[in-house]
Structures are given as structure tokens and as C-alpha cells.
């Protein structure tokens, strides 16, 4: 999977979709997308007022509000398909997501989901469908 396909899979075809799962490639080329974003509109906010980190509220200000609301969906059905392809259930993100309000917990949860995030997906199908990487392999074949 590409950098286009990853970036159109998860924006067109998987935008709220909270069942399978996700490669590494998916999600880490998604993220990297999301990074340039960010970077290409703080640049251009920096061109137009002179100041990259100018306070001044202007059209970029707006539309980086507006982009992390229509890319917030995405962001996290994906984390969800991302643990699902680590066989963990998807609450298990809300939950480590939920601790990070407990002080000094949040130390040990980022970077736990991190990890989570880092770690190769369960070779073949789980609980929560067929490996994004090879859907073809099936589990009857070991039984």
C-alpha cells in the first residue's frame, strides 16, 4: 500500500468504519499525510502574516480548525482498525485514551497505544477479520 492509496482508503472508502483492520502501511502513511497538512497550512499562515506562529486569527486559522474536525472521524476509526489488527479490541483504545485524564497516568497510556501502533499485526485472520497484508490466508487451513 502507497502513500494515495493509504491516504484515499482511509478518507473515501473506510471514513467511519470501525470494523477489520488496518496495516502499519495504512496507518503510518495516513499519519504522515496528516503531519504534511498540518506543516503545508502552518507555512502558509507563516507566509501571510510574516509570523509562523502568529496569533492573529485569519482563513488558516479556520480552516486548520475545520480540518482537524473532518479528519477527527478518520483519526480514530483508524486507530480502532489499527488495534484490530493487533487482535485488540477497539475499547481498549477508548480506555487508554480515558486514563490519560488520571494525572500521571497519561505517561504510561501514549505511550502504550504508541507501541500498540509500532508492533507488526497478527499473521493471518483474528477475531476481527482477515490480514490486511495477505487476505487470502485462511484459518481453516490450520485446523
Given at each position: ?14 471514513y467511519a468504519t470501525l470494523s477489520g483492520s488496518a496495516s502499519r502501511l495504512e496507518y503510518w ?115
Amino acid at each position: 500500500m502507497g502513500f494515495t492509496e493509504a491516504v484515499r482508503t482511509v478518507l473515501t472508502q473506510k471514513y467511519a468504519t470501525l470494523s477489520g483492520s488496518a496495516s502499519r502501511l495504512e496507518y503510518w502513511w495516513f499519519q504522515l499525510f496528516y503531519f504534511l497538512l498540518g506543516i503545508a497550512l502552518l507555512l502558509a499562515n507563516g507566509l501571510i502574516n510574516g509570523n509562523i506562529f502568529s496569533q492573529q486569527s485569519n482563513t488558516f486559522s479556520v480552516i486548520g480548525g475545520l480540518l482537524s474536525i473532518a479528519v477527527f472521524v478518520p483519526q480514530v476509526c483508524l486507530q480502532v482498525r489499527r488495534f484490530h489488527d493487533r487482535n485488540i479490541s477497539g475499547w481498549w483504545y477508548l480506555g487508554l485514551l480515558l486514563s490519560c485524564i488520571i494525572p500521571f497516568v497519561g505517561v504510561i497510556s501514549l505511550p502504550a497505544i504508541f507501541i500498540i501502533n509500532l508492533l507488526r499485526g497478527t499473521e493471518g485472520p483474528n477475531k476481527f477479520g482477515a490480514d490486511p497484508l495477505r487476505p487470502e490466508i485462511r484459518a481453516e487451513v490450520f485446523a
